[in-house]
Antibody
Framework: EVQLLESGGGLVQPGGSLRLSCAAS????????MSWVRQAPGKGLEWVSG????????YYAGSVKGRFTISRDNSKNTLFLQMNSLRAEDTAVYYC????????WGQGTLVTVSS | QAVVTQEPSLTVSPGGTVTLTCGSS?????????PYWFQQQPGQAPRTLIY???NRHSWTPARFSGSLLGGKAALTLSGAQPEDEAEYYC?????????FGGGTKLTVL
């Protein structure tokens, strides 16, 4: 069974940084692209970033390009999202998903950007 | 960036049929947009129902089907059940990235 467990969310001040992790199990992690999708409170879904199976191709939404960095450690079956220069509008639940376009979703981790 | 449009809300009677649509500001939606459909129950993570226009996952009930209809992607629910009441999102692929629609709140009443 595919399982995705996000961690690393929390409260951070505007301009601060946070690193999200997603521990994957139940599939051959390095064979699949992965992605992050976020959902602001009471709002819809926003695709944030994706990465190829080997990690050699990365993709970003315009709203986070230059501030967020996606990466992966295939030896540890873990996906990361480094978030810098955080803004209030980055406040959201961040979901990790199997596939550059999500096929299986984690339960999400809440990131709150506030002073 | 392209804008993906969905009906804000729809209502269907139990056992009835309803079609949700997904349009693109750039023109007709085609199979080259690889339309996806997602369901999100209140307070839960989304789950993927349909990929690449019309393919169901193993967990997707057969009453859900995907297609292209009148220049849009479409999700048809045939024989609605109370548990189908949820928010539904589509996603389209563009050369510049991937964009979700704003979602359709489906009420089964």
């Amino acid at each position: 069974e595919v399982q995705l467990l996000e961690s690393g969310g929390g409260l951070v001040q505007p301009g601060g940084s946070l690193r999200l992790s997603c521990a994957a199990s139940g599939f051959t992690f390095g064979s699949y692209g992965m992605s992050w999708v976020r959902q602001a409170p009471g709002k819809g879904l926003e695709w944030v970033s994706g990465i190829s199976g080997y990690g050699d191709s990365t993709y970003y939404a315009g709203s986070v390009k230059g501030r967020f960095t996606i990466s992966r450690d295939n030896s540890k079956n873990t996906l990361f999202l480094q978030m810098n220069s955080l803004r209030a509008e980055d406040t959201a639940v961040y979901y990790c998903a199997k596939g550059i376009i999500p096929n299986v979703w984690g339960q999400g981790t809440l990131v709150t950007v506030s002073s | 960036q392209a804008v993906v449009t969905q009906e804000p809300s729809l209502t269907v009677s139990p056992g009835g049929t309803v079609t949700l649509t997904c349009g693109s500001s750039t023109g007709a939606v085609t199979s080259g947009h690889y339309p996806y459909w997602f369901q999100q129950q209140p307070g839960q993570a989304p789950r993927t129902l349909i990929y690449d226009t019309s393919n169901r996952h193993s967990w997707t009930p057969a009453r859900f089907s995907g297609s292209l209809l009148g220049g849009k992607a479409a999700l048809t629910l045939s024989g609605a059940q109370p548990e189908d009441e949820a928010e539904y999102y589509c996603l389209l692929s563009y050369s510049g990235g991937w964009v979700f629609g704003g979602g359709t709140k489906l009420t089964v009443l």
